[in-house]
């Protein structure tokens, strides 16, 4: 991450108010072409600038007070809760053993991988979400009768830290280190978000599902409005400080957003995975803009562009449709056109053309 960009996210900003001030009308034109989207998926969207509301739009019936599920954009959040479990010392070290804090997992594939393994997508277990077969399957997991013994039994395709395979079963194995990090035996990943992130940020309207096993589903599944979203965008944008409250130290958030593995070749929507976040230089016209993401099934997105001070929350269920993941592509290049300097315009911060 360059020196502009930590800069950047080591502001300190306030939460968004509750009218949008000033300076947000050169967003109304983007976000008002997709009312005539025909495909009726498209749910909301909340662009912040400076911690502040500048754009919102909903669509299909949706209203600010509506619950989506954002799927694999719960993976992100994961990735911010285990930043926190670090922060405040319930796990020592990212390159500690899965065992040291999931006794069970001592004989199982699992229990020599090191928690940067599980949130860097390189556990070295047999899981491909795209392969049917796979042992470790998300759709095997979630068809087990208790998906903590199944995580437990998914054998191991290579030495962990090696190879990066995206695939629920690890990220789920995240969230259950972190809970049991945070709360012991009966820790509990959502009771650990509550506390933490969710009342801090002023989130009282959320759900995050569980499975067979009690487990939160630290693979995704959260219910979030996309005002949370953008909440929960603009603390990592900020690098941690929220209306005025260091929630989480600047060095924790610059290291959840380090790049770690190149997706490039494998993902045409992201250049680079973190821990449990992505990252891309995005071409806008002549300039690439960095962003930071999470991102979900169906176009759910939280979209993070220190450069131009922004947070772009998007809500979609287009599940299981790559539209819906190229829609919310083309409305974050809609926002980043009309937030781009123009000539006469003074710029926001360092963008770089080519």
Aim: charged share 20%.
């Amino acid at each position: 991450m360059s020196g502009v960009a930590l800069a950047l996210l080591a502001g300190c900003q306030s939460p968004p108010p509750a009218r949008a001030p000033k300076g947000g009308e050169a967003f109304i034109a983007p976000l008002a072409a997709w009312d005539q989207d025909s495909d009726k998926t498209l749910q909301g969207v909340v662009v912040l600038r400076d911690g502040h509301l500048v754009a919102e739009r909903y669509y299909n019936g949706a209203t600010a007070r509506s619950l989506n599920d954002i799927r694999s954009a719960g993976k992100s959040v994961t990735g911010l809760l285990a930043t926190f479990a670090m922060d405040r010392g319930f796990i020592a070290s990212a390159s500690d053993p899965v065992r040291r804090y999931w006794p069970e997992s001592a004989t199982s594939a699992l229990g020599d991988a090191s928690v940067d393994d599980l949130l860097t997508m390189r556990s070295g277990l047999a899981a491909d979400d795209e392969d049917p077969a796979s042992p470790g399957n998300e759709d095997r997991m979630d068809a087990a009768p208790d998906p903590l013994a199944f995580t437990l039994a998914v054998p191991r395709q290579e030495a962990p830290g090696r190879v990066y395979r995206y695939n629920s079963v690890t990220a789920y194995a995240a969230g259950v280190v972190v809970a049991k990090a945070t709360g012991g035996p009966d820790g509990d990943l959502g009771r650990f978000a509550g506390t933490v992130l969710f009342e801090p940020l002023g989130i009282t309207d959320w759900r995050w599902d569980r499975d067979r096993a009690g487990q939160t589903k630290g693979q995704g599944n959260l219910w979030l409005s996309t005002r949370s979203m953008a909440a929960i965008g603009e603390l990592v944008r900020s690098g941690g400080e929220y209306h005025g409250r260091r929630l989480l130290s600047a060095g924790g958030v610059e290291a959840m957003l380090r790049p770690r593995v190149a997706t490039g070749p494998q993902d045409p929507y992201a250049d680079q995975y973190s821990r449990l976040w992505y990252s891309k230089s995005l071409r806008v016209g002549d300039s690439r803009v960095p962003v930071w993401f999470a991102s979900g099934n169906g176009g759910n997105k939280i979209y993070v562009v220190p450069h131009l001070r922004l947070v772009v929350a998007i809500t979609s269920q287009a599940y299981g449709r790559g539209y819906g993941q190229k829609r919310s592509q083309d409305i974050l290049i809609g926002v980043l056109r009309a937030a781009l300097p123009t000539p006469g315009k003074p710029s926001p911060g360092s963008i770089s053309s080519d």
